[in-house]
């Protein structure tokens, strides 16, 4: 294997702390006042739709939050290794891939097939696209 160069690693810190306050401090204010302020008979219906309502977004947070945790390209001088949300790793050579620039992100293929996107939102996605040229530059010589 190639020398590393860089991980890519999106930004996760910021989003697990605004998955837990809003997990723990957002939604259960939320649900205190759809309690107390919903017109329905039963007590019982509104804490299940509160509690239901709670549950729903807080596994929608823990979704994005360990997507932003999970989600890393390691970049090499040949080759890249990305791993997903589920930690399933591809290995994926600089000559077998086209980079495209779209909408804000680097879209890269393998034959006709999208394996990743990298959003300019990230920091150093520049790292993988000077690798890539880095890489041309090489292959040419």
Same mark, same amino acid.
């Given at each position: %294997?190639?020398?590393?160069?860089?991980?890519?690693?999106?930004?996760?810190? @910021?989003?697990?702390?605004?998955?837990?306050?809003?997990?723990?401090? $957002?939604?259960?204010?939320?649900?205190?006042?759809?309690?107390?302020?919903?017109?329905?008979?039963? *007590?019982?219906?509104?804490?299940?739709?509160?509690?239901?309502?709670? *549950?729903?977004?807080? %596994?929608?947070? *823990?979704?994005?939050?360990?997507?932003?945790?999970?989600?890393?390209?390691?970049?090499?001088?040949?080759?890249?290794?990305?791993? /997903?949300?589920?930690?399933?790793? #591809?290995?994926? /050579?600089?000559?077998?891939?086209?980079?495209? %620039?779209?909408? #804000?992100?680097?879209?890269?293929?393998? #034959?006709?097939?999208? $394996? *990743?996107?990298?959003?300019?939102?990230?920091? /150093?996605?520049?790292?993988?696209? /000077?690798?890539? @040229?880095?890489?041309?530059?090489?292959?040419?010589?």
């Amino acid at each position: %294997m190639d020398e590393q160069i860089k991980d890519l690693r999106l930004p996760y810190k @910021k989003h697990v702390i605004l998955f837990c306050i809003l997990a723990f401090v $957002v939604w259960p204010i939320i649900s205190i006042f759809v309690i107390l302020f919903e017109q329905s008979n039963s *007590l019982a219906t509104n804490v299940a739709v509160t509690v239901s309502l709670q *549950l729903v977004f807080s %596994m929608i947070g *823990l979704f994005f939050t360990l997507f932003q945790v999970n989600w890393k390209v390691e970049i090499f001088s040949s080759e890249f290794i990305y791993t /997903n949300l589920f930690r399933k790793k #591809g290995k994926y /050579n600089f000559a077998e891939i086209k980079v495209k %620039m779209r909408n #804000g992100s680097y879209r890269i293929y393998k #034959g006709d097939k999208r $394996v *990743l996107l990298i959003s300019f939102l990230v920091e /150093n996605h520049e790292l993988f696209s /000077n690798a890539v @040229k880095e890489y041309s530059k090489k292959a040419k010589n």
